[in-house]
């Protein structure tokens, strides 16, 4: 069972990012770009989130992938993300008042 959630090999993961991001047209499924039709990401910049996420039993299939932007990324309610948090605050990624700005999904 541990071995269907360990992360591709890079060629892969990297090949499985490009096509997801395509699939989004570069655009970020969070729910704060959502609203504001932003723009599309460049592919570097894209995050790609896994929507079940992999301690919940999530695949790293397609159907599970979804692009994020960083900010979105960082605000999605998961303990795996909490570590970009700090990072995020200090570059302007995310508002002090982060907190409140939390979303699950
Ligand atoms: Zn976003």
Redesign the pocket.
Known sequence: MKQRNRRPPREVWQQTRERIWQRDQGR?Q?P??QEQA?GSLPLKQAHIDHIVELSSGGRHGDENLRT??R??HTLRASPAHRGMISGALREGVIPADWRSLVWEG
Do not use: N
Request: charged residues 0%.
């Open positions: 970020c969070g704060y770009c932003i994020l932007c900010g979105c």
